[in-house]
């Protein structure tokens, strides 16, 4: 597991804080019943090559504030978020909130918690 700065855990543990989260197995039956959502990779470019969740889009981390108005305009939409381990992606979902989507969750486990279920990435 990687070892990640004390600062930026403290800024993931207050964030999470203030949103909701899905486990990967919660995620997985949305996807199975097509229940209607926007599914998010906010990984980099080189991290989304290696596979991602089915039906997911790339909107990295570094650039969806700026670009999501224009896929989702709908505030109202469901968005799930994820990344690796699930601690940008809770970063993510608060600033999604910030910016008045209100119905906003975050893979509590990130794509590894995925994995760990045993479910297939799409190439």
């Known amino acids: 597991m990687k070892q990640h700065a004390k600062g930026f855990l403290t800024l993931v543990a207050e964030s999470k804080k203030r949103i909701k989260e ?3 197995k919660a995620l997985k039956e949305k996807i199975d019943r097509h229940e209607p ?5 906010v990984r980099e470019l080189n991290e989304w090559d290696t596979g991602y ?14 670009d999501i ?10 968005v799930i978020v994820y990344c690796s381990g699930g601690f940008r992606c809770a ?9 008045g989507y209100s ?18 990435l799409q190439k």
């Open 22 to 24: 899905i486990t990967p």
């Open 91 to 99: 970063l993510v979902a608060e600033n999604l909130q910030k910016m």
């Open 37 to 41: 959502m926007h599914l998010i990779d």
């Open 103 to 120: 119905n906003v969750l975050s893979l509590e486990t990130g794509l590894q918690g995925w994995l760990d279920e045993g479910y297939s």
């Open 53 to 66: 969740i089915p039906t997911a889009i790339h909107l990295s981390k570094g650039v969806i504030e700026r």
């Open 69 to 78: 108005e224009k896929k989702i305009p709908d505030l109202s939409s469901q």
